[in-house]
């Protein structure tokens, strides 16, 4: 079982940068796909961004392409999200996650592959 805990999220002006972290437990979480999420308030959750258990492989939502970045770090159990050129429309709880049953160098954008979920962290983007 992996439990997974989020941080570094608040609030920021657009234009603005934020970094958010995600800390796993467990000593398996190099074996999982990890993604991150995001729902704003009365929409559906979506995907944000997704690594590959090498850390080799990355997909990101149009909307956030070229702004934000994921990355991670198997020796501490961590998955990142850098967020640049934040938008108001970035504004969400944004949640990590990992995915079993995955190659090395393969990912998945689909939130039902996803076993196991962090509590969230909330980003505001004022304008």
């Known amino acids: 079982q992996v439990q997974l805990v989020e941080s570094g999220g608040g609030l920021v002006q657009a234009g603005g940068s934020l970094t958010l972290s995600c800390a796993a437990s467990g000593r398996t979480f190099s074996t999982y796909c990890a993604g991150w999420f995001r729902q704003a308030p009365g929409k559906e959750r979506e995907f944000v961004a997704a690594i590959s258990r090498s850390g080799a492989v990355t997909s990101y939502a149009d909307s956030v392409k070229g702004r934000f970045t994921i990355s991670r770090d198997n020796a501490k159990n961590t998955v990142n999200l850098q967020m640049n050129s934040l938008k108001p429309e970035d504004t969400a709880v944004y949640f990590c996650?990992?995915?079993?049953?995955?190659?090395?160098?393969?990912?998945?954008?689909?939130?039902?592959?996803?076993?196991?979920w962090g509590q969230g962290t909330q980003v505001t983007v004022s304008s």
């Open positions: 996650a990992t995915a079993a049953g995955r190659t090395f160098y393969s990912i998945t954008k689909a939130e039902a592959d996803y076993d196991y």
